[in-house]
């Protein structure tokens, strides 16, 4: 694995700013961005789509072979953002290439801009337009009007790909128009894009930070006792009151009782909760209401993720990044090392001890 | 019943294009509503191919891949439901819920699958040191073309096979095994974090993280907030930004200045 070894210069060998990229390459990339997420995975999702759509317009940017092999290593930088919006970051990165920004603040801004982009996209798309479009249009095709799929593509696509040509334009003109302002406070650009850069890595660490610590571990159990009210006849009372006394502390779970050892009555809870008190009450016409207790007995469990929580939300994602770093920063540890521990984590933390070898209090990390 | 290789070989393409395309490309022709008529056409029934797609579109409106999560998957849920209720002539919402245990496979098989290709971003890496923008195109075909294969081949089986086989294979994987898979998938995204903090990160950021972790954490525990989220926490971190950025630069404006502060009162 010596090829991750690889380290991306700070800056770019030829610093001159390359021409402004033409209308056709544009078009090239956001035809290809259409392929973004053709190599998803868990580790940096959409890189290798996003490196693919990018490589027209990196190819026109970086004349220096060098230089394009740095650029093209670090456009495999994580990144999750919206298929259909991604052209927005496409023509910003773009632009900063094109001025030969460093290669820091290239990354900084990519996965900022990307980022937040998650959401909107899914707002506008999969929770506006296609709910619309597809709750409309399968109800056409129950009714069974071939023109339903005909319909929900065209409207689908009319609106995609407004968005993907008009978007890339857009973004790659306003990073362009930009670059002058951004140049002349180089450093302090820099400075505000790792800022922000490193504050959306905190945001992510929570908002995709899904993994929790699901053990529970059982703590013995708790005892109550239940209230049940029942109206019967005054015989049938009779027997109720003839019930044994209990020792409340020791009765099997279960046992019915109206007065426990000492014959007094029992303190137990009703269906909502409020302490009533058990015994026998004549309703004058041959009927008695009778509320009696049933010893219940609960397991208790101790829920690891609930102790994690009250000392901080997302502490298991924030802790796994942060261990990451450490071996990514100090270790020498690879990105593939990376994965391969975490797959370890996963599989060992779901291994069914309680099974295999009867350690019952462990049900699975997950 | 019997089919004949034709449809099988149709439904093959069809199934491999509709993986490809529920990921890329249009992102729409997998949807139950375009593949239930196609699939009805090729088994000869295209009315019923279609009122089944819309069932099942319906069905999938509350689950879509938000927020990078795997719901059920729509492609093999919705060929296979089209394939029942065409062949076997079940009802529609029949055939949809006959469906759901090999959709759940599906989504089982596209967190496996997620999980599985990271290794393959080396390649990728590999090509980009050597500034090889050809081998990106072709890893990229490689890529989409063993995902088509897989969902073709799965749907393909099950389609000749049948639909006890479904609930059969989804009961076979042990249930731990799936848990620490899908645990893994989900703990691999911190990868990726943690290379970028490493380019970003010195000693003056470990407080805008932070930041950013604490604020999120507060924002997202507000549920009407929760679908905005990363919008909210990205404006804010711009303010931040931004602000430095004043700052760095009125601080040297300043000095050029001669100490003039610029508002100019």
Same mark, same amino acid.
């Given at each position: ?6 380290? =991306? ?8 700013p390359?021409?402004? =990229? ?7 990339? =956001?035809?290809?961005s259409?392929?973004?997420?053709s ?23 970086? +004349? ?8 093209m ?15 927005f ?29 998650g ?14 479009t597809?709750? %409309? ?7 069974g009007? %071939?023109?339903a799929?005909?319909?929900?593509l %065209? ?11 008009g978007l ?5 003109k ?16 820099t ?61 099997d779970?279960? +046992? ?32 008695s209401?009778?509320?009696?207790g049933?010893?219940t ?18 502490? =298991? ?10 071996l ?11 994965i ?6 996963g ?15 462990? +049900?699975?990390l997950w | ?7 099988v ?10 993986a490809?395309?529920?990921? *890329?490309?249009?992102?729409?022709? /997998? ?24 069932? /099942? ?31 076997l ?11 759901i245990?090999?959709?759940?496979l ?25 500034? *090889? ?22 749907v ?6 049948g639909q ?22 989900g ?19 470990w407080?805008?993280f932070?930041l950013g ?16 989220t ?6 804010i971190?711009?303010g ?6 004043q ?15 610029? *508002?100019?009162?």
């Amino acid at each position: 694995m010596a090829s991750n070894e690889f380290v =991306v210069p700070e800056q770019y060998e030829d610093l001159t700013p390359a021409p402004q =990229v033409d209308k056709k390459t544009l078009n090239r990339m =956001v035809w290809r961005s259409y392929w973004l997420q053709s190599s998803f995975n868990y580790e940096t999702m959409q890189s290798g789509g996003w490196l693919f759509a990018m490589v027209p317009g990196l190819e026109k940017v970086h +004349t220096n072979k060098k230089d394009l092999a740095a650029s093209m290593y670090h456009n495999l930088d994580f990144i999750n953002t919206h298929p259909f919006l991604v052209t927005f970051v496409m023509g910003i990165v773009l632009s900063l290439e094109q001025n030969k920004f460093d290669t820091q603040t290239i990354r900084s801004v990519r996965i900022s801009a990307a980022s937040p982009l998650g959401g909107i996209g899914d707002a506008l798309f999969w929770l506006t337009l296609v709910p619309i479009t597809a709750g %409309i249009t399968s109800n056409m095709a129950i009714d069974g009007n %071939i023109l339903a799929p005909f319909i929900f593509l %065209i409207v689908f696509h009319a609106a995609l790909f407004a968005c993907r040509f008009g978007l890339m334009g857009w973004a790659y003109k306003l990073g362009t128009s930009a670059i002058d302002a951004l140049t002349a406070n180089m450093q302090a650009f820099t400075r505000a894009a790792a800022i922000m850069g490193c504050f959306v890595v905190g945001c992510l660490t929570v908002a995709m930070g899904g993994t929790q610590i699901n053990l529970e571990i059982p703590n013995g159990s708790s005892r109550s006792i239940a209230a049940t009210t029942v109206v019967v006849s005054n015989k049938e009372a009779k027997s109720y009151e003839d019930l044994e006394g209990i020792d409340t502390e020791k009765a099997d779970a279960g +046992t019915i009782a109206i007065a426990d050892k000492d014959g007094k009555p029992l303190t137990a809870a009703d269906a909502d909760g409020n302490a009533v008190e058990t015994g026998v009450k004549d309703l004058g016409n041959g009927l008695s209401s009778v509320t009696y207790g049933t010893v219940t007995e609960s397991p208790v469990t101790f829920k690891v993720a609930d102790t994690l929580n009250t000392v901080m939300p997302k502490l =298991v994602p924030l802790c796994l990044v942060l261990l990451l770093y450490f071996l990514f920063s100090k270790k020498n540890f690879t990105p593939m090392m990376g994965i391969v521990l975490v797959l370890i984590i996963g599989i060992v933390g779901a291994f069914p001890l309680n099974e295999w070898f009867g350690i019952s209090w462990w +049900t699975g990390l997950w | 019943m019997e089919f004949n290789f034709v449809q099988v070989i149709l439904v093959f393409i069809v199934t491999f294009i509709a993986a490809i395309d529920q990921f *890329d490309f249009t992102e729409s022709l /997998y949807q139950p509503i375009v593949t239930g008529p196609i699939i009805g056409a090729i088994l000869g029934d295209m009315n019923t191919g279609l009122v089944v797609g819309g069932t /099942y579109q319906l069905m999938t409106i509350g689950n879509m891949p938000i927020g990078g999560a795997q719901p059920p998957n729509a492609v093999i849920g919705g060929i296979l439901a089209a394939v029942f209720a065409c062949s076997l002539g079940m009802e529609p919402t029949a055939a949809t819920a006959a469906a759901i245990p090999f959709a759940l496979l599906g989504q089982y098989g596209v967190t496996l699958f997620f999980t599985l290709r990271a290794p393959l971003m080396e390649s990728f890496r590999d090509a980009a040191i050597k500034a *090889d923008t050809k081998r990106i195109t072709v890893l990229t075909i490689i890529s989409e073309v063993i995902l088509g294969l897989i969902f073709a081949v799965i749907v393909t089986l099950f389609f000749v096979a049948g639909q006890g086989v479904g609930q059969a294979v989804v009961d076979a994987i042990p249930a731990w095994l799936n848990t620490g898979l899908s645990a893994a998938g989900g703990m691999m995204r911190f990868v990726g974090f943690a290379i970028l903090l490493k380019i970003m990160m010195n000693r003056d950021m470990w407080a805008f993280f932070l930041l950013g972790f604490a604020l999120t954490n507060i924002v997202a525990a507000i549920p009407d907030l929760s679908s905005p989220t990363l919008l909210i926490m990205a404006l804010i971190g711009f303010g931040i930004a931004f602000w430095d950025f004043q700052q760095q630069t009125e601080l040297k404006g300043a000095i050029a200045d001669g100490g003039d502060m610029s *508002d100019g009162i």
